[in-house]
């Protein structure tokens, strides 16, 4: 039985070693996280879906695999409906963490408790629903769930200065969904919603028609206080 077996301690509250990290490295996280991407969806074994809940746990399961067999990324996990650091009762979508080790970039400590960088998932489209807007990616009118939206009013990744946000394609292109981002912004814009400008808009990175990837850049203003924000768009076709 078990509580027969002999235990012994041999070190206790330290788990994990130090590493110093450039800031760099959240730029090349969402490289690697981009590069996985269209692994992910082709997978033969990864089971069809749609909803994004159900998405979004895949991924976090594929990417934890390959984190542990890519080198230089095995000290990383990934988790899923995560709590915000600021804003405890709202989820993060997905995350990145330490994983083995205590991760310090610009001299800020990370350890597997804390989030590296916090990622907002959005189907593109948006399901139709109550309380949904098909500009929900940026912007929602009904609720504080747009997801851009959710980053600008500090409500998701307060504690961060850059994010990352994935689309995952279920419609149309890369192409004409920045075409309706760039419209909706404009739309926010005009009609001087509080906070919203064309300095909001999305600068493409690279689309590889091929992958069926797309990458884009923005950077925001946030509410009150808060300093920035950049986010990477990790935009997959799915269909």
Request: glycine fraction near 6%; hydrophobic fraction near 35%.
């Amino acid at each position: 039985m078990l509580a027969n077996v002999p235990i012994t301690v041999t070190q206790s509250g330290k788990l994990s070693q130090d590493v110093h990290l450039p800031v760099a490295f959240l730029h090349e996280l969402l490289v690697f996280i981009a590069a996985e991407l269209p692994r992910w969806r082709d997978r033969a074994e990864r089971e069809s879906a749609t909803a994004e809940t159900i998405l979004t746990s895949q991924l976090c399961a594929h990417l934890i695999t390959a984190a542990r067999l890519s080198a230089g990324w095995d000290s990383l996990q990934f988790r899923v409906e995560e709590p915000d650091e600021k804003e405890k009762g709202r989820k993060i979508d997905l995350v990145a963490a330490p994983c083995g080790a205590t991760i310090w970039i610009d001299g800020r400590r990370h350890t597997d408790f804390d989030t590296l960088i916090p990622i907002e998932c959005k189907r593109l489209p948006t399901p139709k629903g109550d309380k949904r807007d098909e500009r929900e990616y940026v912007f929602n009118q009904h609720a504080s769930t747009g997801g851009i939206q959710r980053f600008k009013k500090g409500h998701h990744g307060a504690a961060h200065s850059l994010a990352g946000m994935i689309g995952y394609i279920q419609e149309n292109t890369a192409k004409h969904w920045h075409e309706c981002v760039t419209s909706w912004i404009d739309q926010l814009s005009d009609r001087a919603e509080p906070g919203w400008t064309s300095e909001d808009h999305l600068q493409i990175e690279g689309d590889d028609e091929e992958l069926g990837l797309a990458v884009f850049s923005s950077n925001h203003e946030r509410a009150s206080t808060l300093p920035e924000i950049e986010l990477r768009h990790l935009w997959l076709q799915m269909n």
